[in-house]
């Protein structure tokens, strides 16, 4: 059984920073595709970023330039840098799993789902 727990969630105001976490238990995710994606009050979830085994990475075009995903095999954990937050990134934040080796953008694709965590961004 896939757990996916995330953390590092709050109140910021805008222009701050932000570093989500992703923890996986219940199986070596080295080999998978990791996703973050949001969803916002009244509003469908959206892709945010992903990483695959390689660490190659891909990102919405809203958030390029202020958003960071990492991975750290070691300790089956992914992480989202936010930096410079807008009121409009917030959201409520999830990290997923697929076992592939692309970019995947899709939200269906992805099997195993955390909880999500909240991320506020007063202006």
């Known amino acids: 059984q896939v757990q996916l727990v995330e953390s590092g969630g709050g109140l910021v105001q805008a222009g701050g920073s932000l570093r989500l976490s992703c923890a996986a238990s219940g199986r070596d995710l080295s080999a998978y595709t990791m996703g973050w994606f949001r969803q916002a009050p009244g509003k469908e979830r959206e892709f945010v970023s992903c990483?695959?085994?390689?660490?190659?990475?891909f990102y919405r075009d809203s958030v390029k330039g202020r958003f960071t995903i990492s991975r750290d095999n070691g300790k089956n954990t992914v992480y989202l840098q936010m930096n410079s937050l807008k009121p409009e990134d917030t959201a409520v934040y999830s990290c997923?799993?697929?076992?592939?080796?692309?970019?995947?953008?899709?939200?269906?694709?992805?099997?195993?789902w955390g909880q999500g965590t909240q991320v506020t961004v007063s202006s």
């Open positions: 997923a799993a697929v076992q592939h080796e692309g970019l995947i953008v899709a939200r269906s694709a992805y099997r195993y």
């Open positions: 990483i695959n085994r390689s660490g190659s990475t």
